[in-house]
C-alpha cells in the first residue's frame, strides 16, 4: 500500500470552531490533493498542491485553506466549521501527470 | 454538464454474469482514464487503467473511445466479492493536472 495516511480518521466539532486535517505520505510524491465525498456528488476537489508551497483552488473551495510546508505533509484547515462540512475527506497522492492515484483512508467530520 | 458523468445505478447481478458500466467525459483534451473501486466507507482504489487499444485484466475488460468520449468497464463471470462501486476518473491537463471522478456506479452481486 501506498504510503499515505491521513489524521484523525474520524472527529466530531462544534460549529464554527477551526479544524485541522492532516494528510501525510512517506512516496515524496509532488503532487496531493484533498476530496470530500458526499452522498449524490462523489468525490469532489477541494484544494491540490504541485510542490511544496504550491497550492491551488479545487471546485469547491470555500471555507477550506491548505498549507503545504514539506513535500510529506499537506494540510486542510476548515476555518469556522459549519454543518455543510460535515462528509468524508480524503486525501490522495501521484507521482505526476498520467499516473493513477492513491489515496488514504479518510476522515469521516461530523460538525454539529 | 458534468465533466465525468456514470450511472448511479445500483445495477443487481447474479453470480457469474457479465455486466458493463460506461462513462462519458466531456473535456477531449483528456489525458489519461481509469477505473477505481470503492467499498463502503473505504477508500478509492484503483482497478485498472484504461488504454486507447483497451486492455484487460483478468476478469475486468476497460476500453477507451476517443472519439465518442466514453470509457468502459467489463466485468465477466461476476464474484460476490465485486460488490462494489466502481469510479470512472479521468485525468484532464487544463494548465494543471487534475483528477476529475464520475460519481460511481454501484454494483450488487446477489447468489
Known amino acids: 500500500d501506498a504510503g499515505i495516511t491521513q489524521s484523525p480518521r474520524h472527529k466530531v466539532t462544534e460549529t464554527g470552531t477551526p479544524v485541522t486535517l492532516r494528510c501525510h505520505q512517506t512516496?515524496?510524491?509532488?503532487?496531493m490533493y484533498w476530496y470530500r465525498q458526499d452522498p449524490g456528488h462523489g468525490l469532489r476537489l477541494i484544494h491540490y498542491?504541485?510542490?511544496?508551497?504550491?497550492?491551488d483552488k479545487g471546485e469547491v473551495s470555500d471555507g477550506y485553506s491548505v498549507s503545504r510546508s514539506k513535500t510529506e505533509d499537506f494540510l486542510l484547515t476548515l476555518e469556522s466549521a459549519t454543518s455543510s462540512q460535515t462528509s468524508v475527506y480524503f486525501c490522495?497522492?501521484?507521482?505526476?501527470?498520467?499516473?493513477?492515484?492513491?489515496f488514504g483512508q479518510g476522515t469521516r467530520l461530523t460538525v454539529v | 454538464r458534468k465533466e465525468v458523468e456514470q450511472d448511479p445505478g445500483p445495477f443487481n447481478v447474479p453470480e457469474g454474469a457479465t455486466v458493463a458500466f460506461n462513462c462519458t467525459y466531456s473535456n477531449s483534451a483528456s489525458q489519461s482514464f481509469f477505473w477505481y473501486r470503492q467499498d463502503c466507507r473505504k477508500e478509492p482504489k484503483l482497478l485498472m487503467s484504461?488504454?486507447?487499444s483497451g486492455n484487460e485484466d483478468g476478469r475486468f475488460t476497460a476500453q477507451l473511445n476517443r472519439a465518442s468520449q466514453y470509457i468502459s468497464l467489463l466485468i465477466r463471470d461476476s464474484k460476490l466479492s465485486d460488490s462494489a462501486t466502481y469510479l470512472c476518473?479521468?485525468?484532464?491537463?487544463?494548465?494543471?493536472?487534475?483528477?476529475?471522478f464520475g460519481t460511481g456506479t454501484r454494483l450488487l452481486v446477489s447468489p
Open positions: 484504461v488504454y486507447s
Open positions: 490522495a497522492i501521484n507521482r505526476g501527470s498520467d499516473t493513477e492515484a492513491f
Open positions: 476518473v479521468v485525468l484532464m491537463n487544463t494548465g494543471f493536472q487534475k483528477l476529475v
Open positions: 498542491s504541485y510542490g511544496v508551497k504550491d497550492t
Open positions: 512516496e515524496n510524491h509532488r503532487y
